[in-house]
């Protein structure tokens, strides 16, 4: 379970390091624009694939807040549920926001 948004991208950057085809399959920048935490990139196209802190071009957006992202992590709070009651946003491309699970 992660106890802060730090180690939520660590652990991402963690698991494309020990699974890189995992972001073959998906394919696409995200960039996660978490309130109260900061600005973090998720680069799939990248070789190798790569977890940046920081604001960047990406072709998924999704703004959360920190309790909110952590809740979807350590699936307390259903990803769906709350991109449907307007406490997860995506801007740009609906089918990379799809396959964020394979990820997350």
């Given at each position: 379970?992660?106890?802060?948004v730090?180690?939520?991208?660590?652990?991402i950057?963690?698991?494309?390091?020990e699974?890189?085809?995992?972001?073959?399959?998906?394919?696409?920048?995200?960039?996660?624009d978490?309130?109260?935490?900061?600005?973090w990139v998720?680069?799939?196209?990248?070789?190798p694939p790569?977890?940046?802190?920081?604001?960047?071009?990406?072709?998924?957006?999704?703004t959360?807040?920190?309790?909110?992202?952590?809740?979807?992590?350590?699936?307390?709070?259903?990803?769906?549920m709350?991109?449907?009651?307007?406490?997860?946003?995506?801007?740009g491309?609906?089918?990379?926001?799809?396959?964020?699970?394979?990820?997350?």
């Open positions: 379970m992660a106890a802060t730090e180690e939520v991208f660590a652990e950057q963690s698991q494309l390091d699974d890189p085809g995992k972001a073959k399959a998906v394919n696409g920048i995200y960039k996660f978490v309130t109260g935490a900061g600005t998720v680069d799939l196209k990248a070789d790569a977890v940046t802190e920081g604001d960047g071009e990406a072709q998924c957006t999704i959360v807040s920190s309790d909110d992202l952590l809740k979807i992590v350590n699936k307390e709070l259903n990803a769906q709350a991109f449907m009651s307007g406490k997860l946003k995506i801007q491309d609906m089918g990379l926001a799809m396959k964020l699970s394979q990820i997350l």
